[in-house]
Each structure stands twice: as C-alpha cells, then as structure tokens.
C-alpha cells in the first residue's frame, strides 16, 4: 500500500511549509522594528501601547529620555560593529579551511575509482548501476558547501538580529516587563524560523537539484547529500569554539576584575571589558548555537536519508515516504508558528514569576502540538507496512511503529528540558542550596555545584537510553535517526527561546551602561536570570539530540564500511575505543586552557587600566574599550584553530592508517565517553550527552546561584547578599569556573561528536578501499 500524500503535494508540501516560517520569521522582524530607538515621548508612547501602565520609569526618575534613548542606540551600535567585526575576521580564515578541506573531500572520493567517469555496481544492490565515484565525489562537495555557508549564514544572520534587538528590548523595559519579554522572544523567534526554514529549504533543492543528475540512483544521492550535514557542523564547531572563548575570556575578565576586585555592578561602563562582553554573548551564544542547531538538523535528516535510500522507501523509489524527515521538519514548523503565538499574542506577561512559566508553557504546547503533528504525517506520508535497511536485512516496520519513534524523541527532549530546568533554575532547591553553599567560601560553592552537575546526568541519559532501545527496537538505525529528528522537530521555538537569553543579557548590559533606572535593572536581569535556563534547556535538547544523531550516523558509517561488527574485544577495535574514550578530556582541555590564556591576558589587561587611567573609577574617564576587544578577538581567533583540527584530522588519520574497523572503535568511544562527561559539564560547560550535559548544567546552576544572591527576591537569598557581600564573591567565583564549561567546551562536544561520525560517513567509500595502511603493511 502506498502513502496516501501523492509526490506533487509532497512536491508543494516542504517548500511551502519553509516559505511560510521565512515569512513569519519576517514578520516578527517587522513588528520587532517598531519599537523605535529616536527619542519618544512617554505619553506617546503610552498611547500607542494603549494604557496608562506603560508609562516610562524615567519618567519618575526625572531622567531624560532623549538621552538614555541616544546613549541605548550608540551603545547597541557599538556591540553590533564589534561582533560584525569578529564574525567577518572568524569566517575568513573558516572559509580558507572550508575551500581545503573540500578539496581534499573531492580528491579523496574520486580516487575510490581512480576518478573513473565510468557507472559502477551499486554498494548495497550489487545487480544494480549506479553512478560513477567521482560524481558522488563531485556532489558531495557541492553538498559540504551548501552546508557551510548555510550555517555560516544561519550564524550571522542570528548575530544581526540579536544586535538589532537588544537596545530595543531595554527600552520596552522602561513599560514593563511583558513588553520586554515580547520584544526579546520575537527577535529569538526571528532566528529560530529563519535558520529551520532556510535549512530545509536548501537541503529540499539539493535533494531536487542533485536527483537530475542522479535519476534513479537513489543511494548514490542520498550518500552525497551527506555532505551537507558534514559542512554544517563543520562550520559549526569553529563557531562555537571560537565564539565561546571569545565571551568566555571577556566574561572572566570582566567579573573577576570588576566585580570580585573593583566592587563593581556587572556591565559598569568604567569596566574596559564591557563592550568585549556583550559582543561576546552575541557571537558565541547566538551565532555559535544558530550553526551548532544547523548542523545537528542537517546531520539528522542526512542520516535518516542516507538510511531510507537503501530501505524499500529507496528501492522502490517511493518519493513521499523518501522524504518523511522533511515532512516532520516541516510539520515542526507550523507547530512552533502556533506556539509562539502563545508567548507573543495571546497571553501576556504581567510579572516577573510568569517569565519562567511562560517559557516552559512554550515546550510544553510545542511538543503536544508537534505530536499530532507527527502522528498526521505518518498517516498521510508513510505506507502502512514498508521495511528498513538493518545491518545487511530488511526489518518489516509498519507506520504506527514509526510514529512512536520520532515521538519518543519528541517527548525524551522535553523531558530532557524540564530535568535542565530543575536543575540550572534558581526558583528550585538545586540552585538555591548551590547559593546557600557560599556563605563558607568559593571552594564548598564549588563542590556543590559539581555534585548539582554529576546528579543532572541521571534523568537525560535514562531518556536518551530508552529513546534509543524503543527506536532501535522498532525501525533499527533509521528509527534512531528520526527519534533525532523528533527532539529537533520543534528547533524553531528552541531556538527562539534559547535566542532569548543572550538579547535578555545584552539588555540588562545596555542598561547598566545607559545609566537607566535600577528598577529597569531589575526587569532585565529577571529576563537574564530566565534566559540562563533557556539557555541551559536549549544546550539539553543540543546534547541529546547529539547522542541520537551520532548514533545513527555511526550505524550507516558502520554499514557503508561493509563492516559485519563491532567486536570490541578485537585489538584493531579496542584501540580505537580507548583513543576515541580519551578525545572528548584532550578536547576540553584545549577549549579550557585557550579560554584560561585569553581571560589571563585579559584580566591584566583590565587591570591595568583601572590602575594607570586617572578617573576611571570616579567615571571622569572612558575607559580603553578596543584594546580588550582586541585580546578576545586575537585569542578566539588563534585558539580556535587546534581544537578544530584535532576533530577534522582525527578521522581521517584513523581511517588512513589504521582502517575502518578501529575509526569504528574511535567513534564508539567518543560517543560514551562524551555524552558521560558532558552533563558533568554541562553543569560546567561540556556538551558530550554526559561530560556536556553536566558540564552545562554545572555552569547554569553557578550562575543562577550568583543571580539569586544578587536579586534577594526571597528572605533566604538576602541573607547571603547584597552585591559585594563575601557569599555574592564566591558565587561569582563559581560563575566565572562554569562559564568557559557551558559556553566553550560543553557545547563544542556534542559537535565533536557528531562531525567525526558525519565525516566518517562521507569518507567511508575512501577508507574501505584504501584505509589500514599500517594494518596492510605488517
């Protein structure tokens, strides 16, 4: 029986479903733009909002608003020219490695053949013609290009929109806090549906572009669109590592300095490294995060492609059910085009304690929506009974098994998310008792909040762990992939809340600089406080679509490696595991030690300006905000290079001398040990679904401890303050360990994880026919 949906409405389908979330996208933009950064009147103002409560705070304070209003735009202009500046610098030497490394992907696959122009046997259908080696080495450049620069693009494009809404959320401040979540949620929204709908829309013209050439060869597409998912994390992981140790060395610096030190507020304008520090949190946590989201959708829908070209969706050329991950991807898009509607238009946020709540509210509706969602598309695009390639099988699967496995990925994301939420929220015992540890120093601070990330681990990786046995269960490999694609089906509004937080931060800073009223302090740092969540929940559902991903992409690898199996008690393979087990510590290690060196230097250099400008203390004197931009833009730019290729050049030196067998091994023990000692630091700041997931949530809960003493909305957490006290100091000490953990090395993980087994994948025709050469010789 065949898919209901014929292949023209799956035709008309995909490409409307991305057009329609570019579109919303552009609208959220428009209506962001309304808020003006000239001066306005408060009355005005308060008319066109429509109520008396949106006066302005100035107003009381007697402050003028032509002032704070010019001050906010020069402020914000100042940011959005340092993180251009950045990103323009970064994509230059990213595109000299982007134009090599597709080189050496053109000259390694075509020489499977010898660069024969001649059609070969199939890989998996030996009866079968398929096209010559090197076309697929031809297209699966074409395809790693297409794949960088749209995460190059989905990067900055997130940067611009954040420079762009920042100011504007801190003046939406001055009338509430509702409107200044909305701003700041429709700027994130603006990101989340331009990078799901871009990514889509250029991965389904590949795929229609690369099938003239192609026809009926199937398989032979499919193995090169993967190149595209290989060029999105590529690029990826040079936005994360860099942008994160750019605003991590500018982070440090600012707050150890200025505020354990100097007894300073945070974003103190007589702080040299202010400015360094809002442009950090624009080009690591929105551009890095924009391409790590890229790449983890790109590599999921690949894997799942790649698997479905062999199974009886390829074989018998069934277009419909061929593309049931894009199907998904588009369904998640008109399911988050909902739920957003929720957040912006039809409830709205009338105090602090609704932030928290209102963002949970948008995972919760997304994942409810998007399951019914699910369940229509595998009705209407799958065939009731249809098989799965499984390791050299075909594993009857029936449609409803399908369903379960995209939706248990779904519902293992949100899950994921709220335990992120427990555990890296101030508003829950975790956090508050990280913040009751300073009151004996920065050393119990530290212990707690280490425990608080090793703890955090349990819960996710029980829901990655099951996710992965029901999936597997039920549609071997391919079921795995799409369990992926179903945590990331609702990335639009993932994104967009995740989004939220560095704008929200961006606000306060502006704020703080702009001599605005504290009570606008207030409002922005509880947005602040909410988006370190967000943020937090955003790296969760990164880590452990990650695991997924790499899983997957590890099976095809294996599969296209024509390797029968993994025995891991064969020398060639336990090799590999214990080398692959020992990848993601050299890796943080270096993402640690680069950020240390960056935030040593810029440490120095804050203090010597504050000893050697007269008057800067006393805010006579601006202090030398360049030169600390300098430090973190050199350092970044320096550091970023040997991590990213230890991760490229790891594969392909395994592959080449020692075979496929012991990179299977490599892979194998990448993906444990990474996901392991990812929550240690996602609560640190690692990404791994274990090292990253603790090391995220680590770094989150040091830093909502800080914002909890700093806020005192509760009796207990003014016991520990105010700002300045010595509990206020060591959890800013915390705070400053757990930043480089959450922003540098635990996000950098998952996609060292990811892009070895992507890159194994596009390499493996090379490396099964000529890898091993150390084996071969002895």
Same mark, same amino acid.
């Given at each position: 029986m065949a898919a209901i949906l014929p292949e023209l409405a799956t035709q008309v389908v995909i490409p409307v479903a991305a057009a329609v979330g570019i579109a919303f996208a552009l609208l959220q933009w428009v209506l962001v733009s309304k808020v003006r950064l000239t001066p306005e009147r408060g009355g005005e103002a308060a008319g066109k909002s429509g109520g008396p409560s949106d006066y302005l705070i100035e107003e009381e304070d007697g402050l003028n608003d032509q002032s704070v209003v010019s001050k906010c735009a020069e402020i914000q202009n100042a940011i959005s020219e340092g993180a251009t500046s950045f990103l323009f610098t970064e994509y230059k030497y990213v595109g000299l490695f982007m134009g090599i490394f597709a080189i050496l992907i053109f000259l390694f696959l075509g020489s499977v053949e010898g660069f024969s122009t001649k059609s070969q046997p199939c890989h998996y259908s030996k009866d079968k013609t398929c096209k010559p080696a090197l076309a697929n080495a031809i297209f699966s450049t074409v395809a790693f290009l297409l794949g960088a620069v749209t995460s190059l693009v989905s990067g900055f494009l997130g940067m611009k929109i954040a420079t762009y809404a920042n100011a504007r959320t801190t003046l939406e401040a001055r009338k509430g806090v509702g409107k200044a979540f909305i701003t700041a949620f429709r700027s994130g929204a603006v990101m989340g549906f331009l990078l799901a709908a871009s990514g889509l829309l250029v991965l389904y013209i590949a795929i229609n572009l690369f099938g003239i050439y192609y026809g009926d060869d199937w398989e032979g597409l499919f193995e090169a669109i993967t190149g595209y998912g290989l060029g999105g994390s590529s690029m990826a992981l040079f936005g994360r590592v860099g942008g994160g140790i750019y605003t991590k060395a500018a982070d440090v610096g600012a707050d150890l300095v200025g505020k354990v030190e100097r007894n300073i507020p945070e974003d103190d304008p007589r702080n040299p490294a202010v400015i360094a520090d809002n442009v950090g949190d624009n080009v690591g946590d929105i551009a890095g995060m924009g391409s790590d989201l890229f790449g983890s959708y790109a590599e999921s829908s690949c894997a799942a492609l790649v698997v479905a070209s062999i199974s009886s969706f390829g074989i018998n050329h069934e277009f419909t059910p061929m593309v049931y991950p894009?199907?998904?991807?588009?369904?998640?898009?008109?399911?988050?085009?909902?739920?957003?509607?929720?957040?912006?238009?039809?409830?709205?946020?009338? +105090?602090?304690?609704?932030?928290? @709540?209102?963002?949970?509210?948008q995972l919760i509706i997304s994942t409810v929506v998007m399951t019914v969602g699910i369940a229509l598309v595998s009705w209407l695009g799958l065939p009731y009974t249809f098989t799965i390639f499984n390791f050299g099988d075909q594993k009857t699967v029936q449609s409803w098994q399908l369903f379960l496995c995209v939706a248990v990925g779904l519902w293992a994301g949100l899950i994921i998310g709220f335990v992120t939420e427990y555990y890296t929220s101030n508003a829950y015992s975790p956090v508050q008792d990280v913040a009751d540890s300073c009151r004996t120093g920065a050393a119990t601070n530290v212990i707690f909040g280490l425990a608080l990330g090793y703890k955090s681990v349990i819960i996710p990786i029980f829901a990655i762990a099951f996710s992965i046995f029901l999936s597997f269960s039920l549609a071997a490999m391919y079921g795995v992939a799409v369990a992926a694609l179903g945590m990331l089906s609702t990335i639009a509004?993932?994104? +967009?809340?995740?989004?939220?937080? @560095?704008?929200?931060d961006n606000a306060g800073g502006i704020a703080e600089m702009a001599g605005m009223s504290h009570r606008i302090r207030e409002r922005t740092d509880a947005l602040d406080a909410a988006g370190n969540t967000t943020a937090a929940i955003g790296k969760g559902f990164a880590i452990g679509s990650a695991a997924l991903v790499s899983l997957a992409l590890f099976g095809a690898f294996v599969s296209r490696a024509a390797i029968s199996t993994v025995d891991v008690l064969t020398p060639k393979v336990f090799i590999g595991l214990i080398v692959g087990a020992m990848l993601p510590y050299w890796f943080s290690a270096m993402t640690m030690k680069s950020v240390g060196s960056a935030a040593l230097k810029m440490v120095e250099e804050v203090r010597r300006q504050f000893n050697t400008i007269p008057g800067l203390m006393e805010g006579t004197t601006k202090p030398d905000y360049a030169t600390c931009v300098k430090i973190s833009t050199d350092a970044s730019i320096k550091e970023m290079i040997p991590p990213g290729a230890l991760v490229m050049l790891t594969p392909l030196i395994v592959g080449i001398l020692f075979g496929v067998e012991t990179l299977s091994g490599v892979l194998a023990g990448a993906l444990v040990s990474g996901v392991q000692v990812g929550n240690l630091f996602r609560i640190l700041g690692f990404t791994f679904p274990q090292i990253a997931i603790s090391a995220s949530n680590t770094g989150g809960a040091w830093d909502n401890a800080k914002k909890y003493i700093e806020a005192g909305a509760s009796e207990h957490a003014r016991t520990l303050g105010p700002k300045g006290s010595d509990p206020h100091k060591a959890a800013v000490i915390g705070d400053t360990i757990g930043d480089p953990l959450k922003d540098t090395s635990g996000p950098s993980l998952n996609i060292l994880i990811k892009l070895m087994a992507v890159e194994s994948l596009v390499f493996a025709p090379f490396f099964a026919t000529h890898g091993g050469i150390l084996f071969k010789l002895f």
């Amino acid at each position: 029986m065949a898919a209901i949906l014929p292949e023209l409405a799956t035709q008309v389908v995909i490409p409307v479903a991305a057009a329609v979330g570019i579109a919303f996208a552009l609208l959220q933009w428009v209506l962001v733009s309304k808020v003006r950064l000239t001066p306005e009147r408060g009355g005005e103002a308060a008319g066109k909002s429509g109520g008396p409560s949106d006066y302005l705070i100035e107003e009381e304070d007697g402050l003028n608003d032509q002032s704070v209003v010019s001050k906010c735009a020069e402020i914000q202009n100042a940011i959005s020219e340092g993180a251009t500046s950045f990103l323009f610098t970064e994509y230059k030497y990213v595109g000299l490695f982007m134009g090599i490394f597709a080189i050496l992907i053109f000259l390694f696959l075509g020489s499977v053949e010898g660069f024969s122009t001649k059609s070969q046997p199939c890989h998996y259908s030996k009866d079968k013609t398929c096209k010559p080696a090197l076309a697929n080495a031809i297209f699966s450049t074409v395809a790693f290009l297409l794949g960088a620069v749209t995460s190059l693009v989905s990067g900055f494009l997130g940067m611009k929109i954040a420079t762009y809404a920042n100011a504007r959320t801190t003046l939406e401040a001055r009338k509430g806090v509702g409107k200044a979540f909305i701003t700041a949620f429709r700027s994130g929204a603006v990101m989340g549906f331009l990078l799901a709908a871009s990514g889509l829309l250029v991965l389904y013209i590949a795929i229609n572009l690369f099938g003239i050439y192609y026809g009926d060869d199937w398989e032979g597409l499919f193995e090169a669109i993967t190149g595209y998912g290989l060029g999105g994390s590529s690029m990826a992981l040079f936005g994360r590592v860099g942008g994160g140790i750019y605003t991590k060395a500018a982070d440090v610096g600012a707050d150890l300095v200025g505020k354990v030190e100097r007894n300073i507020p945070e974003d103190d304008p007589r702080n040299p490294a202010v400015i360094a520090d809002n442009v950090g949190d624009n080009v690591g946590d929105i551009a890095g995060m924009g391409s790590d989201l890229f790449g983890s959708y790109a590599e999921s829908s690949c894997a799942a492609l790649v698997v479905a070209s062999i199974s009886s969706f390829g074989i018998n050329h069934e277009f419909t059910p061929m593309v049931y991950p894009l199907l998904v991807s588009s369904v998640g898009i008109i399911a988050c085009l909902i739920t957003t509607l929720f957040a912006t238009d039809f409830f709205e946020i009338k +105090a602090v304690s609704e932030i928290e @709540p209102a963002l949970k509210k948008q995972l919760i509706i997304s994942t409810v929506v998007m399951t019914v969602g699910i369940a229509l598309v595998s009705w209407l695009g799958l065939p009731y009974t249809f098989t799965i390639f499984n390791f050299g099988d075909q594993k009857t699967v029936q449609s409803w098994q399908l369903f379960l496995c995209v939706a248990v990925g779904l519902w293992a994301g949100l899950i994921i998310g709220f335990v992120t939420e427990y555990y890296t929220s101030n508003a829950y015992s975790p956090v508050q008792d990280v913040a009751d540890s300073c009151r004996t120093g920065a050393a119990t601070n530290v212990i707690f909040g280490l425990a608080l990330g090793y703890k955090s681990v349990i819960i996710p990786i029980f829901a990655i762990a099951f996710s992965i046995f029901l999936s597997f269960s039920l549609a071997a490999m391919y079921g795995v992939a799409v369990a992926a694609l179903g945590m990331l089906s609702t990335i639009a509004t993932g994104l +967009a809340i995740d989004a939220y937080g @560095p704008i929200s931060d961006n606000a306060g800073g502006i704020a703080e600089m702009a001599g605005m009223s504290h009570r606008i302090r207030e409002r922005t740092d509880a947005l602040d406080a909410a988006g370190n969540t967000t943020a937090a929940i955003g790296k969760g559902f990164a880590i452990g679509s990650a695991a997924l991903v790499s899983l997957a992409l590890f099976g095809a690898f294996v599969s296209r490696a024509a390797i029968s199996t993994v025995d891991v008690l064969t020398p060639k393979v336990f090799i590999g595991l214990i080398v692959g087990a020992m990848l993601p510590y050299w890796f943080s290690a270096m993402t640690m030690k680069s950020v240390g060196s960056a935030a040593l230097k810029m440490v120095e250099e804050v203090r010597r300006q504050f000893n050697t400008i007269p008057g800067l203390m006393e805010g006579t004197t601006k202090p030398d905000y360049a030169t600390c931009v300098k430090i973190s833009t050199d350092a970044s730019i320096k550091e970023m290079i040997p991590p990213g290729a230890l991760v490229m050049l790891t594969p392909l030196i395994v592959g080449i001398l020692f075979g496929v067998e012991t990179l299977s091994g490599v892979l194998a023990g990448a993906l444990v040990s990474g996901v392991q000692v990812g929550n240690l630091f996602r609560i640190l700041g690692f990404t791994f679904p274990q090292i990253a997931i603790s090391a995220s949530n680590t770094g989150g809960a040091w830093d909502n401890a800080k914002k909890y003493i700093e806020a005192g909305a509760s009796e207990h957490a003014r016991t520990l303050g105010p700002k300045g006290s010595d509990p206020h100091k060591a959890a800013v000490i915390g705070d400053t360990i757990g930043d480089p953990l959450k922003d540098t090395s635990g996000p950098s993980l998952n996609i060292l994880i990811k892009l070895m087994a992507v890159e194994s994948l596009v390499f493996a025709p090379f490396f099964a026919t000529h890898g091993g050469i150390l084996f071969k010789l002895f």
